[in-house]
């Protein structure tokens, strides 16, 4: 297509929008002796005269409402003056184009757009598992964190500071320093943690209790009481007042206890956050422009969101695919490691289908869209991860089944307490009874609840890290302990992921040097990646490679040329045949490689047989130890390969793998998966391509190689950094490790607190005629944290 012809005039808008502008009535128009064009990509009436844009293409001029709607235009003429853009508009008409949002602990509540679940008052996500909003709830909790904390350090000196010998009590004095306690708690309290509150009222309401109904009773309980004890102490019998007459407050204890959970919150928030980015790198594979041939024969690269099907396109080496469809002209190998994961690129000729979002490797073709948009392989494939990723059903934190139990169970204490003391306590009974009914739900809540998982995981990512094991949530380390079924995908996993040359066998009277220069100075033409293992055992052999003339690459063949006058050629069988060359003599030691999951070639010159060379993508040196220790645990393993059948067995005889999967596609995987699932295995899925991360959402576990594929390693929750499989075993003992460290941090966690429960109540009253000391309230919160953190340190030793 000729350059356009562009005079654009100094633009303005027309209003809001390309559409935004006001049209001119015919009759007002005419009376008016005004002279107006329509709008090609809008439609809009556009009144000459008025410095709106205008271009000029192929001799006709074309006005513009705004200069939006001139750059549309310019991108992609023939779109919009074929009628094209209308036919898209009815088809996307036809779909909503409203994103759904659904809730990752209740996936039964769908809505449009953004917002909060009515059940657990956690934020939506969105059901494609995309979305172009920002990520409000993050930013809002990023926000109220860094108020908690900023509120909590004043705090915790004033507070704490007497205890480590700073008099900063002694300095404000006691009534001052009770107000700015007061002062820094209130708006933590009822600004910052509203939203956690909001969550807890939620839980009563549903009767789902759960960690948030546990810190809303004691966050709630703690300041209540800490704001009536501030400033009206005489309601409360002397017995209970400390020296001076002031009694204990808990302002600091609701502030910290904030300020952790927001910790919790952001982390959690952000890994969440993430899972969107499994679905950006694989929209990132589709080009953003496609190279149009007009039924003029102009061509031009046009937005890949104007490619309708039947629409002609070019694609030139070195590109991808833009869309699904068919070769009409031309021929080329196209690498489909998105969809197979086999890193040999596979010929195509005239007919032939092709995907979008593969790549183009060497030759030129023209083809014809026969799928675009959401009806693409690769539109598929991210529709899979984000299924998989949604439905993927959410682990209910150990915090919240112990709080399911714990929760009522305190209530009942704090309500009995009340009673008892009310009925029998001494007087003033209603102020005893009131309380000991706050004491006991302000010694139940767990200060360290907040650090218990966080740390542990915190801890345990570090050690896995230095072990070359990356962790990117608490679920997947929680599910891998425990799966019984781990597919794991051939190439590139189980081998190198790269083709070697293995072997040489040379005919009859033939040097291997001589064989082995043949066919290198062959293949030092070629893109193919079975030639660079080739080039690549030469150089390493110090060989001289000859000058290659007349080279050609016959499809799906070989390749041919002539070396110093001679013909020479290296290939399959079907090229050995159209140059008269026997082959006969070899034919049993290719059907022998081959058996053994090997690509063969035959090597000849001047129509003789040199011999044949042997390429293999070889098996990674930990895979068979790695192997045999996963199967002493008892796990079941599964290969699953886009792989031909034959190379598939030969690969899984070696490492003693029983079940195969050969010739999968991306949906194959994920079926297996499900499959596994329904029989009731949890299953983890190990993979580093493309054509893997649909299983690997899928999975309860996706297992990464770190050295394959961005997108792989975007949906899987473990990535093996040196995509060493010693790694899946350092996985499984540090996942078992973490998880029993976990159920230790919660036991500490509640047990001084359950334990300090029936004091906190008065049981000791009778007996001894004591009352809890909130003090000693405090000292079980602390010590709950520190039993915790130094219990988490312990993974930082941990032996993989």
């Known amino acids: 297509m000729t350059s356009h012809d562009t005079q654009q005039k100094s633009a303005s808008s027309c209003g809001s929008g390309c559409c935004g502008g006001h049209s001119v009535s015919p009759d007002k128009a005419a009376s008016a002796a005004v002279e107006t064009r329509i709008d090609p990509v809008c439609g809009m009436t556009v009144t000459l005269g008025k410095g709106k844009p205008q271009l000029v293409y192929k001799g006709q001029d074309y006005h513009f409402c705004n200069p939006k709607c001139h750059a549309r235009f310019d991108a992609d003429p023939y779109f919009f003056l074929s009628g094209n853009n209308k036919i898209k508009k009815a088809a996307d008409a036809a779909k909503s184009s409203d994103v759904m949002f659904t809730c990752p602990m209740d996936p039964e509540i769908e809505q449009i757009g953004p917002g909060t679940c009515p059940i657990c008052g956690m934020a939506l996500e969105p059901m494609n598992g995309v979305s172009d909003e920002p990520n409000h709830e993050l930013i809002d909790f990023t926000r109220r964190f860094w108020v908690s904390a900023a509120a909590a350090v004043p705090l915790l000196v004033l507070t704490m500071g007497p205890m480590l010998g700073l008099p900063v009590r002694d300095w404000f004095g006691e009534r001052l320093s009770l107000v700015l306690e007061a002062a820094l708690a209130t708006p933590v309290v009822l600004w910052a943690a509203l939203p956690f509150f ?122 991808s695919v833009p869309v699904d469809g068919r070769i009409l002209e031309g021929a080329s190998a196209i690498d489909e490691s998105l969809v197979t994961g086999e890193p040999i690129p596979v010929e195509k000729a005239s007919g032939d289908p092709v995907t979008g979002g593969t790549v183009n490797k060497t030759g030129s073709f023209v083809m014809e869209a026969t799928h675009v948009g959401s009806e693409t392989l690769l539109a598929k494939v991210v529709d899979m991860v984000a299924a998989a990723q949604r439905s993927k059903a959410p682990i209910q934190g150990l915090a919240d089944k112990v709080a399911s139990i714990f929760v009522p169970t305190v209530v009942a204490c704090a309500l009995i307490a009340f009673a008892i003391w009310w009925l029998v306590g001494p007087e003033p009974a209603f102020v005893h009874a009131v309380v000991a009914a706050v004491s006991v739900l302000i010694i139940a809540c767990p200060c360290a609840l907040g650090l218990a998982t966080p740390m542990s995981i915190t801890t345990a990512t570090g050690r896995g890290a230095r072990a070359g094991v990356l962790v990117k949530n608490a679920e997947a380390l929680e599910l891998f302990a425990k799966v019984d079924a781990i597919i794991v995908d051939k190439t590139g996993t189980l ?75 290296i290939g399959n069988r079907a090229l050995m045949e159209d140059h008269g060359i026997e082959i006969g003599a070899l034919a ?176 000791l009253y009778p007996v001894f005629g004591l009352l809890l000391s909130p003090m000693l309230a405090a000292a079980a919160m602390s010590l709950s944290s520190v039993s915790v953190i130094t219990n988490a340190l312990r993974l930082r030793a941990l032996k993989l």
């Open 495 to 569: 081998t190198e992921g790269k083709p070697t040359l293995t072997r040489i066998i040379t005919a009859t009277g033939v040097e291997e040097s001589d064989l082995l220069t043949t066919a290198a100075s062959l293949e030092m033409a070629s893109e193919h990646p079975l030639a660079h293992a080739i080039v690549s055992a030469a150089k390493e052999a110090g060989l001289e490679l000859l000058e290659v003339s007349n080279f050609e690459a016959p499809t799906g063949k070989g390749v041919f040329g002539q070396l110093g006058g001679e013909d020479a050629l």
């Open 198 to 319: 909001q969550r807890g009222w939620m839980s009563v309401r549903t009767g789902h209790y759960n960690m948030w109904t546990l810190i809303m009773l004691g966050v709630g309980a703690a300041y209540a009481y800490s704001l009536v004890a501030a400033f009206l102490p005489g309601l409360f019998p002397d017995s209970l007042k400390q020296p001076g007459g002031h009694m204990p407050v808990y302002f600091e204890a609701a502030v910290v206890i904030i300020a952790l959970v927001f910790v919790g919150q952001v982390l959690e928030l952000k890994a969440r956050e993430k899972t969107g980015d499994a679905i950006r790198a694989l929209l990132d594979l589709s080009p953003k422009t496609a190279r149009r041939i007009t039924p003029e024969g102009d061509e031009y690269d046009a937005p890949l969101e104007n490619i309708l099907a039947g629409d002609k396109l070019r694609v030139r080496p070195g590109e």
């Open 588 to 763: 049993d030691d290719v059907a022998q490689h081959q058996e053994q999951g090997r690509t063969v070639m035959y090597v000849a010159r001047s129509g003789q047989l040199l011999g044949i060379v042997a390429v293999e993508d070889r098996v990674k040196a930990s895979a068979p130890a790695a192997l045999k220790a996963l199967k002493d645990a008892g796990l079941m393993i599964i290969m699953a390969t886009g792989d031909n059948e034959q190379t598939a067995q030969a690969v899984a005889a070696r490492l003693g793998i029983e079940e195969v999967l050969a010739d999968a596609l991306p949906a194959d995987k994920q079926a297996l998966v499900r499959k596994l699932q329904g029989e009731g295995l949890s299953v983890a899925m190990a993979g580093d391509g493309v054509n893997d991360a649909p299983a690997l959402a899928a999975a309860d576990v996706g297992i990464a190689m770190g050295t394959g594929a961005d997108v792989a390693v975007e949906s899987a929750g473990i990535t093996l950094l040196k995509g060493d499989l010693d790694g899946l075993v350092k996985a499984r003992h540090l996942a078992q490790a973490t998880i029993r460290n976990i159920r230790q941090n919660l036991f500490f966690a509640f047990i001084y607190n359950t334990a300090g429960v029936p004091i906190a109540a008065g049981i």
